[in-house]
């Protein structure tokens, strides 16, 4: 039996300016000696931010105790204004499937199309 648990973790960019200069210091920690020069060529965009942030943290907002959807978290619309990061947690949502017949590692590098499909039946 293969069991699968999907995450969504999202975020709000509330500060771009904060988000970027976040991850180029993340970049720097993961790089000692590194330029803010050469950490602002290699973090130019939000794609090079975010996988900076979760190779250096693991997931985004990583200090933050993420609430479920629906369960206590933040009001619809609010948004944390002051983090360092430029960050605002917006809800986690976890999915637990079972019965895939392939897990991943068995995909090799031809992944599927919808990596998210659920398995029929």
Same mark, same amino acid.
Do not use: K
């Given at each position: ?15 771009? %300016? ?43 907002? %990583? ?59």
């Amino acid at each position: 039996m293969t069991i699968s648990v999907r995450t969504r973790r999202d975020v709000v960019v509330v500060d771009p %300016a904060r988000f970027l200069a976040a991850a180029r210091a993340a970049y720097r920690d993961l790089h000692p000696g590194v330029s803010e020069e050469v950490a602002a060529d290699n973090v130019a965009d939000v794609y090079d931010a975010v996988g900076i942030l979760l190779d250096r943290l693991g997931r985004l907002a %990583a200090d933050v105790r993420e609430t479920p959807v629906g369960h206590g978290g933040a009001t619809p619309g609010h948004r944390l204004l002051d983090r360092p990061d430029g960050l605002s947690p917006a809800g986690e949502v976890q999915q637990i499937v079972l019965g895939d017949l392939t897990p991943l590692q068995d995909y090799g590098c031809a992944l599927p199309e919808d990596l998210f499909a659920l398995p029929l039946g």
